[in-house]
């Protein structure tokens, strides 16, 4: 059974930073890519970023690019990504998600089905 666990998340002020964290486990999670997702209630789900199985490659939305950095530890089965100059408008739930298909990475925004993402963080950006 695929379980990704979010964590960091949390309440910063506006220009702060945060680390997300994502445990991963049921799976051979180096095989994998990964994306980070957010939503904020009764709005739709905006990608931000995703990496491949290896962590060499990397891809951002044009809204958090330069902001945010996605990495991977595979050695500790953990996805991170790291939030900097954070604005209003990054408050949102942000999930992890895993590819469906074992080696497939694609270099554009894409989220995969649901039954791939983690429970979810808060990140409230507000002074």
């Known amino acids: 059974e695929v379980q990704l666990v979010e964590s960091g998340g949390g309440l910063v002020q506006p220009g702060g930073s945060l680390r997300l964290s994502c445990a991963a486990s049921g799976f051979t999670f180096s095989a994998y890519a990964m994306t980070w997702v957010r939503q904020v209630p009764g709005k739709g789900i905006e990608w931000l970023s995703g990496?491949?199985?290896?962590?060499?490659?990397?891809t951002y939305a044009d809204s958090v690019r330069g902001r945010f950095t996605i990495s991977r530890d595979n050695a500790k089965r953990t996805l991170y990504l790291q939030m900097t100059s954070l604005k209003p408008e990054d408050t949102a739930v942000y999930y992890c998600?895993?590819?469906?298909?074992?080696?497939?990475?694609?270099?554009?925004?894409?989220?995969?089905?649901?039954?791939?993402w983690g429970q979810g963080t808060q990140v409230t950006v507000s002074s």
């Open positions: 998600a895993r590819y469906p298909t074992a080696g497939a990475y694609y270099r554009q925004p894409y989220n995969p089905p649901r039954d791939n």
């Open positions: 990496i491949s199985s290896s962590g060499y490659s990397t």
